[in-house]
């Protein structure tokens, strides 16, 4: 059958053509809806990777720890020439007896010990072969088997190299793996420079160490450094701050003062700390004050100055003790530093008579019983104390001892009888 056909007139081909174009327009819009849907709800793209932290690498050659060890500058020079080996971690593995609950027994077992080459230039003086490792990439913050290079420097103490640590950019205020800054580890007198730098390059003074919340004012004080503790002082050191368990600096030189050789400095410490508007009645550990500590130590110029500045010669620690029994429990092992004369001051500033039961540890030492017997209106019952008495001392001091315990119940009059 014949298809018949007719033709369009220019009017309508017009008409088709702008219906096409409508059409399209309409497509294209719907096209790029639908595109701007999608996309909206596409993942974001992830960001590319960071660069991920460099594996350590380890270095355990004996010729190389050698090189370090000796500050072998050419060798050094030959084995660290870039980025790579400069932060190389040196580790050493030694063997070490440890009891082992399971097999009933010592075994050896591995001990494995880590460090950095900057770590031992540094902290071995070796200021030449740490700069090298400086310009050559070692990472000057680097904490390697718990210490950064700087640690090792303050407490060797190396000045130059933590003059050196510093100019590289070192952080003064890094804590190690134990918690403690480079100015915590300023502990021996010949640290003082170290101290300096550390603080001209924004050491803060009254950081304290992460667990304990001790400050380089307190390390100063319980190591007896005189010159640092007027350094910290200087700096703005808080006198007052306590540690977590509630010492202040002055707890800790009253504490540490224990040696007769060492009364001078710590004497020194203390005068310093109470010039500062330290506290002397302020309790700390136990309720030890700086009063107990000194008077517990036998030392009777500290105890003497504590008291100048206002020390409460009467309050007791949280065990019920007082500086009086402090002293009296003092008396046998610091006989030769005259304890009776820690006793008399204390009774001159208002301690009053001690337990009898306390007397027993005087006892040994008659200067120092003769002083406590004549603190009583009545001289007390010698059963508390006549046991603890050796006979040989008792044959040395015989009128001594036999007139004390004669006179029980009576009015005291043992003046001089001991001496």
Known sequence: MAQETFAFTSSALRSLRLQRELLEQEDRRRA????????????????????????????????????????????????????????????TVSEELVWSPEQGLWVLSPRRQQTSALRIAAGRGYGDC???????????????????????????????????????????????????????????PDSLPCAEL?????????????????????VAARQGLVAHVELYLRHGADPARRSRQGETPLNAACAAAERPEDAERYYRVAERLLAANADPRAAGRKDHTPLHNACGNGQLRLARLLLRHGADATVPNCA?????????HAVEEYR???????????????????????????????????????AFDR??????????????????????????ARMAGQPRRLQHLAR
């Open 198 to 218: 550390l603080l001209a390059h924004g050491a803060r003074v009254n950081l304290g160490t992460r667990d304990r919340q001790l400050t380089a004012l307190h």
């Open 336 to 374: 030769h530093q005259r304890p009776e004369q820690t006793i008399a001051l204390l009774l001159d500033h208002g301690a009053g008579p001690v337990h009898p039961k306390m007397l027993k540890f005087c006892c040994r030492h008659p200067p120092a019983l003769e002083v406590v017997l004549n």
């Open 32 to 91: 790029l809806a639908r595109e701007s849907a999608t996309r909206r709800f596409l993942p974001v793209s992830p960001r590319p990777p960071l660069t991920p932290p460099r594996r350590p690498q380890y270095c355990r050659d004996p010729a190389v720890h050698n090189a370090l060890y000796t500050g072998d500058l050419l060798r050094i020079k030959s084995i660290f020439k870039d980025e790579t080996t400069t932060n190389l971690i040196m580790e």
């Open 379 to 404: 001289i007390p019952p010698a059963e508390s104390w006549v046991g603890a008495v050796p006979p040989a001392l008792w044959e040395e001091h015989r009128d001594f001892y036999a007139s004390a």
């Open 130 to 188: 740490a700069r090298h490792l400086l310009l050559r990439g070692a990472e000057v913050d680097a904490v390697v088997g718990g210490r950064a290079p700087l640690h090792d420097s303050a407490a060797a103490p190396r000045p130059d190299c933590v003059r050196l640590l510093l100019a590289f950019g070192a952080d003064p205020n890094l804590l190690s793996a134990e918690g403690s800054a480079p100015l915590h580890l300023c502990t021996a």
């Open 320 to 328: 019920g003790y007082t500086p009086m029994d402090c002293a009296l």
